[in-house]
């Protein structure tokens, strides 16, 4: 444990802090004193200290630039300090900033509106929008709606690699024992199935051909009550519904067959079990659509949604549903509720990221930029053994890092030094230092998982490109 910095013991902190800004030192040692280090930090031997920002870029201390190609995990899908949200911001400052959620507000409804149109075009459904302030708040608001419409069952299915988030409920359908480990299980559990990671899947299938044998397998657990899910007598399964990433996030940005989803809600639906698809960090036009279960033509009985939602400006977060589960008379007043859930500096700059979408041709703008960037690391590949796989969907991009003998077995201390050299901000190019923010998923955390500003430019792109080359050969060398 570190001692208290010195200023701290020669008097009390809170003059110390009043008198004068603090140096990275001084604040490293006060995080290291007073800051819990579970709200995700300390990833990094020394955490990175950030000054400010714009673009695609993040700035420390010294006005050094860090091509951000993560942008806080997606929530920050059209750049940092983007004029026309930050004004929408400061607009709803100075008008209403903040009002109790018994009340209405001209921004909710706006918003509400908006994206349940825009769900009742492209699936057919009526549908109703219910708000929170986070992504993990509202997957806990759909497991509430799922069991009240199934009649309290709690048992859900989801995928090996998928991600929820980390309240109880959340975890408890995210694979990884790791977030639940010292919490234990609080009425929701999870099956999880394998989901249809080809890369890492049996030779000799096509990646269609794998995507269907996962759903045979799946479907083989309703061929007979023995297998632990399904009752023939009554017709009736003991899980209420299946929760998934259309791409899998923190599972490494893996893209499944464009059959795969298809192939599965035909099971689902044979066997009454609802599709809840979690589009908290591939929505807002991030592969290409406004959300990646777009591209796999099937329609969710409840769609997530949060991050990019706000550009990462204010929490908040949400769920569409279709009418038959969410209608007042079946899930009324109160049903779930937060003292900040629809609040209206989210739902202000929400109501903007909307109108921004409608107006400018994300979809072109994002497959195009995304197909570009795809190439370059595809070029990479053929120049660096350790990259075993590359893929990508609009700008939703992976690149998994391997031992650079076989190309295959994943090599996560390769990323961890990728990662701890980007933050060193001293990679020359074109007369210039920079550093890169990256950020590391998959099963075996060897992937490099890239989400751009939808808004990078060609030019960034490449930049983009030139480090990620730097560090490969930084992280690679004997």
């Known amino acids: 444990m570190l001692d208290r910095p010195e200023s701290a013991r020669s008097g009390p902190a809170t ?19 007073y800051c819990s280090w579970g709200d995700t930090v300390h990833y990094t031997e020394k955490p990175k200290i950030f000054d400010h920002c714009e673009g695609s870029f993040l700035y420390d201390s010294e006005g050094r630039g860090y ?27 100075d008008r209403l900033p903040q009002v109790a959620s018994q009340y209405l507000h001209r921004e909710k409804i706006e918003l509400a509106t908006m994206i349940a149109r825009d769900a009742e075009k492209k699936f057919g459904l009526k549908g109703r929008v219910h708000f929170n302030v986070g992504g993990s708040q509202a997957i806990e608001d759909s497991l509430k709606l799922i069991r009240n419409a199934k009649k309290g069952k ?16 959340a975890s408890a359908i995210t694979s990884s024992y790791r977030y639940r480990r010292r919490y234990g299980h609080f009425g929701e559990r999870a099956y999880f199935l394998p989901f249809p990671y080809h890369f890492r899947g049996p030779k000799g299938m096509t990646k269609e051909e794998y995507g269907s044998y ?16 399904w009752d023939p007598k009554v017709g009736e399964a003991e899980f209420a519904a299946f929760y998934v990433e259309p791409i899998q996030g923190t599972g490494g940005y893996v893209i499944p067959p464009k059959n795969f989803f298809k192939e599965l809600k035909k099971v689902l639906d044979q066997y009454g079990i609802l599709l809840v698809v979690d589009e908290i960090q591939m929505g807002f036009y991030r592969t290409g659509k406004l959300w990646s279960i777009e591209h796999f033509d099937v329609t969710p009985d ?10 990462g400006l204010n929490p908040l977060a949400g769920i569409w549903a ?14 779930t509720h937060s003292t900040f859930n629809a609040n209206p500096m989210g739902t202000g700059v929400g109501l903007e990221v909307m109108r921004m979408l409608q107006e400018t041709d994300y979809e072109t703008m994002v497959m195009e930029k995304g197909a570009y ?10 120049r660096h053994k350790a990259i075993g796989d590359v893929d990508g969907l609009g700008l939703a991009l992976r690149m998994e890092i391997c031992e650079p003998h076989d190309s295959y077995t994943p090599s996560k201390a390769i990323v961890d030094r990728m990662v701890d050299e980007g933050l060193k901000g001293d990679i020359e190019i074109g ?46 060398r004997n």
């Open 322 to 335: 279709r009418e038959e589960l969410i209608n007042p008379t079946v899930f009324p007043p109160g049903s």
């Open 214 to 229: 996962c759903v045979a397998q799946f479907a083989r657990l309703f061929e007979s009550e023995y297998n632990g899910v």
């Open 302 to 311: 409840v769609l997530v949604f949060g991050k990019a939602l706000t550009n």
């Open 67 to 93: 091509l951000d190609l993560q942008m806080w995990y997606s929530a920050v899908n059209f750049g940092y300090r983007n004029p026309r949200l930050n004004d929408a911001v400061k607009r709803q400052l």
């Open 15 to 33: 003059q110390d802090l009043r008198s004068r800004e603090l140096s990275e030192e001084e604040l490293l040692e006060y995080e290291a004193l």
């Open 154 to 169: 709690s048992l859900m299915f989801a995928f090996e690699g998928g991600y929820h988030g980390r309240t109880l409920g």
């Open 373 to 382: 960037f795809l190439e370059g690391l595809k070029d990479l590949q053929r």
């Open 431 to 476: 007369g210039r230092r920079y550093g890169c923010v990256l950020d590391i998923g998959g099963y075996y955390k060897n992937v490099v998982t890239l989400a751009p500003s939808l808004h990078i430019t060609r030019e960034e792109i490449d930049l983009a490109l030139k480090l990620l080359d730097a560090l490969l050969i930084r992280a690679t």
